[in-house]
């Protein structure tokens, strides 16, 4: 049982007791704020906590601040003593550190002190300012810069770690003309909102899970924004799942323009890629490397730590392979799973202990061979409270990801189950406007959202 007296702080205090493994049977939390003083009392199966804690509250945004971060910094510390574990990134409980150390700066204090005080591991400060070091000379915050992105919610199947909204392509072909002319529609529509545009990224699911033919129809509604806006924008196809690599997918990407694609192994076990349901082999995504590398795009790969019952050796392979492959840019996940996914819904998925050792190892094997990390984000309830961080290989950062991870750009996303996003940001304000979750519904209500 949970009880505070202060709705605002009730989840951001749940956010807290969710990093640890052990939870408390019965808290509760009482605040009150006099003459500059924060006071923070917590009663924790029978156990009384009581702070006072100082600082200098200008405004009311401040004293938000303030009062946000004493109560969850001293409940931290609590849950942390009393169940002797400490937390990597400490009593944060946002997914984007970066962004919170670029507000800190922006406001000239060090955001080294704020991580410091709220407890984040050394080495995880050092991950935050490498990471703003590599993102020098393209984090960019200047209100109408744009990026595009065109949603392409099909998958050859569905991989079974997986809870993002996409579907079978077996099953939902039927709904693809229709959501084609949607695409159509929206993409024209669009160029009423194009500012600066810094990218384009088609993702998914798959596209790769397109035909030549459908995937043609993306590319040319896409094409004559990215000629009018900035035909040198970053221009990425996730492409995807190694299995439905073709050479003529590649060769219509390439006349189109396209600059940088994913391929994406999440292992090189074909034991593993067996049990997460891939649908595919280590040689398939060999082959897709082999085919790609010759029509020269930026290739970014994704990994996932924590893959049913990989090893730390399993695992280091697969980043090792990853290196091997020359991959420009490599994002080490770590898995996550949500409703949605087959390996929540049916439970079968047995912890995997060692995520925080194998974060630590990617990190070490990637910098040893010159990768840099350049974004990073966090999932909320993840086991390990770890983080996904994207390397690269130096001046080959995408964009994309960057702008995503940082909201400093606007969004401007198309297709189902994608969510637009505007940046204010001299207000501080974003607004977002998400599209329909699934496929039918989205394709009804297709004229609404324009
Ligand atoms: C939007 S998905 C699309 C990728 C593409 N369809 C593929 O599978 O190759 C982007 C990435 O998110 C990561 N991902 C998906 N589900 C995840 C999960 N449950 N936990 C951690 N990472 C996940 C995978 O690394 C995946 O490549
Ligand atoms: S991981 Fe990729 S291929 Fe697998 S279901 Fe999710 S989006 Fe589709």
């Keep these: 049982m949970f009880v505070t007296d202060c709705k605002f702080l009730e989840n951001e205090l749940l956010d807290v007791v969710r990093l640890f493994k052990r939870r408390p049977e019965n808290l509760t939390h009482s605040f009150r704020f006099e003459e500059g003083v924060f006071y923070n009392a917590f009663t924790i199966d029978g156990k009384q906590f009581s702070f006072e804690d100082r600082g200098q509250v200008c405004d009311e945004l401040i004293f938000k601040r303030l009062e946000r971060r004493f109560a969850k910094l001293r409940l931290y510390q609590i849950l942390s003593a009393e169940y002797g574990e400490k937390m990597?990134?400490?009593?944060?409980?946002?997914?984007?550190?970066?962004?919170?150390?670029?507000?800190?700066?922006?406001?000239?204090?060090?955001?080294?002190?704020?991580?410091?005080?709220?407890?984040?591991?050394?080495?995880?400060?050092?991950?935050?300012?490498?990471?703003?070091?590599?993102?020098?000379?393209?984090?960019?915050?200047?209100?109408?810069?744009?990026?595009l992105f065109v949603s392409i919610p099909f998958c050859p199947t569905k991989c079974a770690y997986c809870?993002?909204?996409t579907a079978p392509i077996d099953r939902t072909r039927h709904f693809l003309p229709a959501y084609l002319d949607c695409l159509d529609k929206e993409l024209a529509a669009a160029q009423e909102s194009v500012g600066n545009l810094r990218s384009v990224?088609?993702?998914?699911?798959?596209?790769?899970?397109?035909?030549?033919?459908?995937?043609?129809?993306?590319?040319?509604?896409?094409?004559?924004?990215?000629?009018?806006?900035?035909?040198?924008?970053?221009?990425?196809?996730?492409?995807g799942r190694p299995d439905v690599f073709s050479e003529d997918k590649l060769?219509?990407?390439?006349?189109?323009?396209?600059?940088?694609?994913?391929?994406?192994?999440?292992?090189?076990?074909?034991?593993?890629?067996?049990?997460?349901?891939?649908?595919?082999?280590?040689?398939?995504?060999?082959?897709?490397?082999?085919?790609?590398?010759?029509?020269?795009?930026?290739?970014?790969v994704d990994l996932i730590a924590?893959?049913?019952?990989?090893?730390?050796?399993?695992?280091?392979?697969?980043?090792?392979?990853?290196?091997?492959?020359g991959a420009d840019n490599i994002t080490v996940h770590c898995l996550s799973l949500k409703s949605g996914a087959k390996l929540k819904e049916e439970n079968s998925y047995l912890e995997n202990n060692f995520i925080s050792y194998m974060v630590a190892s990617s990190r070490?094997?990637?910098?040893?061979?010159?990768?840099?990390?350049?974004?990073?984000?966090?999932?909320?309830?993840?086991?390990?409270?770890?983080?996904?961080?994207?390397?690269?290989?130096?001046?080959?950062?995408?964009?994309?990801?960057?702008?995503?991870?940082?909201?400093?750009?606007?969004?401007?996303?198309?297709?189902?189950?994608?969510?637009?996003?505007?940046?204010?940001?001299?207000?501080?304000?974003?607004?977002?406007?998400?599209?329909?979750?699934?496929?039918?519904?989205y394709i009804a209500n297709v004229d609404e959202i324009i």
């Design 251 to 300: 060769a219509l990407l390439k006349d189109f323009g396209i600059t940088r694609i994913c391929v994406n192994p999440q292992s090189f076990s074909d034991e593993t890629l067996q049990k997460i349901g891939r649908k595919h082999t280590v040689a398939d995504v060999y082959k897709a490397f082999e085919m790609s590398k010759k029509y020269g795009f930026d290739i970014n």
């Design 364 to 441: 070490q094997i990637l910098s040893q061979n010159g990768y840099l990390p350049y974004y990073m984000y966090r999932q909320k309830y993840q086991v390990g409270n770890n983080e996904n961080v994207g390397w690269t290989k130096p001046n080959k950062a995408c964009v994309y990801n960057i702008d995503i991870m940082e909201e400093t750009a606007d969004n401007l996303a198309v297709g189902a189950n994608a969510v637009s996003k505007r940046v204010f940001n001299d207000k501080g304000l974003i607004t977002r406007l998400a599209s329909q979750k699934d496929l039918p519904t």
């Design 88 to 147: 990597p990134w400490g009593a944060l409980t946002g997914i984007r550190p970066t962004k919170l150390a670029y507000t800190e700066m922006e406001s000239g204090r060090n955001f080294k002190e704020l991580f410091k005080q709220m407890q984040v591991a050394d080495e995880n400060i050092q991950l935050v300012e490498n990471i703003l070091n590599a993102q020098k000379g393209i984090y960019e915050k200047k209100d109408g810069n744009t990026d």
């Design 163 to 165: 809870s993002f909204i």
């Design 306 to 325: 924590g893959l049913e019952d990989e090893t730390p050796e399993v695992f280091e392979h697969s980043v090792l392979e990853a290196v091997k492959t």
């Design 201 to 239: 990224y088609i993702g998914g699911g798959t596209p790769f899970a397109l035909s030549v033919e459908e995937l043609k129809r993306v590319l040319q509604a896409v094409q004559p924004l990215y000629e009018k806006f900035n035909p040198h924008a970053e221009y990425t196809v996730e492409a």
